[in-house]
């Protein structure tokens, strides 16, 4: 018998989501920050075995919405929990669930797995759960996976959802893009990274290169100096990281070429939160 289905991973933001969604996957799908709130769309992540494809829907973290993009957010969420076959809830083990939240799992649609992450931290909470995982320390993924195959529909034969050479169903520039950004958060002051995004403005390949330019978009004027640093410093770093990674990615030269723009309260705007793609 063959098993696939759709699974969406929610839960509070920083708890550890994306990371979770890595690690079942084993190729990097979706950005990971110490910053709350960086999934800010649903990005799925494909695991294949040879009688299964589960589906992976990582989502924004569950918070009360302060702008559009908040909004935005938190439709991702709830559009992810309405078409799959399993929700995964997911508890920060290093931190004590507060009533809300313990309230938001109760509401929860059946069926579901409860899941406290970071196990390999000192100092986790009792809470009940169905399973404690760590991303990091790739504790109980194999258990945690034969849990989600129970949940899922059988077929007689070979159901794939995706081709089964596919990890994601995002596009080579989304990947590009979130790795802008999280390089961004990686080195950006608390103020300014919920104030960021990402926007490929050019990408064009050929047989020996890729040429892509890219906009990283704040909210303030004070942000972008921040952004470029001194000498530029910020932004080189930036991008000489980036540009790495893109030259494995697509396994050819890469000139990368990062501009900042300012475009105040563009968290506030849905034209363009829906042409950044959220």
Known sequence: MFKAGFVALIGRPNAGKSSLVNALVG???AITS??????????????????????????????????ALD??????????????????????????????????????????????????????????????????????????LKMILEHLPEYESPHYIYDPDFYTDKSTKFLIAEEIREKALEMLHQEVPHGIAVEIIRFFEDEKAVCIDADIICEAERHKGMIIGKGGSVLKEIGSTVR???QQLLGKKVVLKLFVKVEKNWRDRPDKIKSLGY
């Open 27 to 29: 190729e990097k799908v």
């Open 34 to 67: 110490s910053k709350p709130q960086t999934t800010r769309e649903n990005i799925l992540g494909i695991v294949n075995g040879e009688d299964f494809q589960v589906v992976l829907v990582d989502t924004p973290g569950v918070h009360h919405s302060k702008n």
């Open 71 to 144: 909004r935005t957010m938190m439709k991702n969420v709830r559009s992810a929990i309405a078409g799959v076959d399993l929700i995964i809830y997911l508890v920060d083990g290093s931190k004590s669930p507060d009533g809300e939240e313990i309230e938001y799992i109760e509401h929860l649609p059946e069926p579901k797995i409860v899941v406290k992450t970071k196990c390999d931290l000192p100092k986790r909470q009792n809470f009940d759960c169905d399973i404690e995982v760590s991303a990091r320390a790739k504790t109980n993924l194999d258990k945690l």
């Open 244 to 246: 790495k990674y893109a």
